[in-house]
């Protein structure tokens, strides 16, 4: 395999396509002499093959707002690989919502979904609707709008969507209504994140963040540290960086910021429950503001305009929003203010100059593959419960995400380990991942 070669081809078939062509490079940088050991992959085009999504769905989602005006949208649906099970992948409703960006988060999602052990295939979907300042009602209507166009082709063993960014349980609860009353069945398996009354699996909303923290648990303790007493700046107020923030308060850790497109907030003495609790009030407002933090809470909370979480001192740096969100400058801002290790929370969250900063730099720092995995991990569980119509404890799922996450972190430690004893736990995300996948497409012939 040639990585330029390669490279050179998806850019001519693929132009503008910049998100989905960095994951592609990260991925392909990583694997190539693991690769080039394995000539029956080279033989069955194993890596052309991969790149290309199985297939595309994108439709029109038009909608009326609360004005009785007709808004249109593009929904999409990325099937990027089922060789080893059903697509499983979030959809995203945001303004920046594009192919590229899905393809993107679809390629990640095949190797995330390969390292939780369980058998699902790797698939995204979204669409450009801004949740940003919508009522209730407009985000009902746009939900069903979209299912409408979606239905058919999902299914518990087809494909199963998720929540990301911009959807939660709400949007959630909305597009199953709509997907049980054109399906005229209640087949719960459809969708995971779904309420806890009718199919969702206690502990999925917290379960991204929580897994993250549990994998950088592992990764501390490794590194012979412990998370008690360390300070943690985080990005985003969502359901992520929510459930980061309600495990790394119970493991002894202290939040000292949170931040959003606004600017940040800077919490000296840490991060409370009830300040916590109010991330979620945060997020349903539509409102999109961190500054709502500071406002509610003036005497614990200081609001900054215009700047990042890591621009806060801190010794642990987790982001948890956007793709790229953690650039070169930040890294270095980071660094120049004694952070020691960064693990992505959020899929892509840091550019690829920032990866190369923390790692040349002594960083520890681990990839959104790995780390953020708990979050699909504990959908395939939501899956299982599904499908045998059960429904376990909060310690029965817990137990089963420490575990997941061990074993990722495990599987990373195995592929990424170098001569020198070090741990590029980059290149041992994308390797254990990919040896699963490609070994099932092998298996399977050209199809």
């Excluded at 593009?74 to 499983?88: E, H, S, T």
């Excluded at 300040?275 to 005497?299: G, H, Q």
Aim: proline share 3%.
């Amino acid at each position: 395999m040639n990585v330029q070669n390669i490279m050179t081809n998806l850019e001519a078939k693929h132009p503008g396509e910049n998100e989905f062509l960095q994951a592609v490079r990260e991925v392909l940088e990583s694997i190539e002499e693991v690769y080039n050991q394995h000539p029956e992959f080279e033989k069955a085009k194993i890596v052309e093959r991969m790149v290309e999504p199985d297939r595309v769905f994108t439709f029109r989602v038009a909608w009326v707002d609360d004005n009785g005006e007709v808004q249109t949208n593009l929904g999409y649906r990325v099937q990027f690989n089922g060789a080893i099970g059903p697509y499983k992948g979030g959809l995203r409703f945001h303004k920046a919502v594009n192919l590229s960006m899905l393809k993107f988060l679809g390629f990640e999602q095949t190797f995330k979904n390969a390292l939780t052990t369980l058998p699902m295939g790797g698939g995204k979907g979204g669409s450009d609707f801004d949740p940003v300042g919508k009522s209730d009602a407009e985000i009902m209507r746009f939900c069903q709008a979209f299912m409408w166009e979606l239905w058919q082709n999902i299914g518990p063993d087809t494909d199963v969507p998720a929540g990301d960014v911009g959807v939660g349980g709400r949007e959630i609860g909305y597009m199953y209504g709509m997907y049980k009353k054109l399906a005229r069945e209640y087949n719960t398996g459809v969708l995971t994140g779904k309420g806890s009354t009718w199919g969702g699996s206690i502990l999925r909303p917290e379960a991204t963040g929580f897994g993250a923290l549990y994998f950088t648990e592992h990764l501390l303790h490794k590194a012979g540290k412990d998370i008690k007493g360390l300070t943690i700046a985080l990005s985003g107020f969502g359901n992520v960086a929510w459930g980061a923030a309600t495990k790394a308060t119970e493991l002894g850790a202290k939040v000292v910021a949170i931040s959003g497109p606004d600017g940040v907030c800077e919490i000296p003495g840490g991060i409370t429950k009830e300040m916590i609790d109010y991330m979620l009030e945060m997020r349903a407002s539509n409102r999109n503001k961190v500054e709502d933090m500071a406002t509610k809470f003036p005497a614990a909370a200081k609001f900054t305009a215009g700047k990042k979480a890591w621009s806060v001192k801190c010794d642990i740096a987790l982001p948890c929003a956007f793709q790229n969100e953690l650039n070169e400058a930040d890294a270095k801002e980071l660094i120049a203010n004694g952070t020691w290790c960064c693990c992505e929370v959020s899929n892509m969250g840091c550019t690829p100059e920032a990866i190369h900063t923390f790692q040349t730099n002594g960083i520890l720092f681990a990839p959104g593959k790995a780390v953020n995995a708990g979050g699909v991990a504990t959908s395939g569980l939501e899956m299982t419960q599904n499908a045998a119509h059960i429904s376990w404890s909060a310690k029965e799922v817990d137990d089963k995400l420490h575990f997941i996450m061990e074993s990722i972190h495990e599987a990373c430690v195995k592929y990424g380990t170098q001569a020198d004893g070090k741990i590029d736990y980059v290149k041992g995300a994308n390797i254990a991942g990919f040896m699963k996948v490609a070994q099932a497409m092998l298996e399977q012939g050209v199809c």
